[in-house]
């Protein structure tokens, strides 16, 4: 983040560390560890910067980078946002029964049976959730599990969003085998024709341009490297989109054509062939999401986890903490270490599951019992690990809220 080593970064980062240390201090009882607190200021300064640079395009909320049904569902009560995007089928029927939303998107194909044989068995859920496809053996899938196709299966085609560079070479999250607006076209139209089936989607997600940062401090090679590739990117996809849409259209009427990322909102919904864009990760900030060029970050989620050992000076060990992020193993994906200011991972050990050491000249301000505060590198991900997320408004803790894990639920 631009600026987090001035001094008024810093000083901010005292404050933050007081504060939240401050608002669950006055929880009774008080609060297990690792203890997730979400500032709501921040989470709803992030919600309408990301209504902003929509531009009027409707937000398609990410489960995934949330986790917790209460801030799903106070992000969906703001205007702009409308609808959710699911990373399982099982979440998507558990977020319709507890009236979280009814309009679910799966973002992932499925192959879960059980959990479609509930889809197929039940009309009200098969009318608020549609799966998403990318080959003809996941609609083989529903039809070996469903005893009628009185009530159609709404459905999605995932479109591959990378860079196609010469040479073959693909650049981007490696998704679906969809890579020209042909054979799209192809698996729309074995879906129209496939009775108990109603194509309603197609989905475009250019992970290459909405979740890799371009302002990483001290790349500067790097960075003009990255820009140039998710420029590349979205000329590319705007084509490969219009061509899709075009295709499409001869054939089914869309409900919606989605794309994009926190980190793409802008650029997705100035496409003229998008009709809603997604975002999650922009709502609680992580650490990846410090060096963006498109927006300021505000980060909003964070985990506190209490000092038990001084092992010397310039140390103070915490317990937990070893909450690395997916994705390619790396320092990005490690925990950062926020509030207070000055401590750092340690080479040797970085963040562990029982205990974390950390080293700086802030670990000697450090008393046992005190509180460190973290951010972790995905959003969504830290929320596996605790029961509940405590709402912080202003300097208080307004509400204590479920997290999916603390409901009884864990979505693989």
Known sequence: MAGRRSVPALVERHRLAARLSTAVSRLDPAPA?????????????????????????????????????????????????????????????????????????????????PALRRLTSSPSAAGAVTIMVDDVAHLDVVDSVRSSKAVPVRVAIDVDAGLQAPGGVHVGPKRSPLRSAEATVAL???VVERPGFALVG??????????????????????????????????????????????????ADLSFFNAGGSGSIAESAADPSVT????????????????????????????????????????ATVHGGGYTASGPAGPDRQVLPWAPPGLELTALEAAGEVQTPLVGPGADLLRIGDLVWFRHAKSGEPFEHTDVAHLLAGDRVVDTVVTYRGAGQAFG
Not at 212 to 241: C, N, T, Y
Not at 284 to 289: E, N
């Open 276 to 315: 809603e864009v997604t975002a999650g990760s922009g709502l609680l900030v992580p650490g990846l999401f410090d060096h963006y060029r498109s927006f300021t970050p505000r980060p909003a989620a964070f985990l506190g986890a209490p000092v038990t050992r001084r092992p010397g000076p310039g140390v």
């Open 188 to 190: 729309a139209r074995a």
């Open 202 to 251: 197609v989905m475009t997600y250019e992970g290459q341009v909405a979740g890799v940062p371009d302002s990483v401090p001290g790349q500067a090679p790097r960075m003009a490297v990255v820009r140039r590739i998710k420029q590349a990117s979205l000329a590319q996809l705007r084509e490969r989109r219009a061509a899709v849409a075009a295709g499409i259209a001869e054939l």
């Open 33 to 113: 560890t690792p203890c997730a607190v979400v500032d709501l200021d921040a989470f709803d300064a992030n919600a309408a910067d990301l209504v902003a640079r929509a531009g009027g395009t409707p937000i398609r909320v990410a489960s995934k980078s949330l986790r917790v049904p209460a801030l799903v569902r106070r992000a969906l009560a703001r205007d702009g946002f409308a609808g959710v995007l699911g990373y399982t089928l099982r979440e998507a029927l558990w977020l319709v029964e507890e009236g979280v939303s009814d309009d679910v998107v799966v973002a992932y194909p499925t192959v879960d049976r």
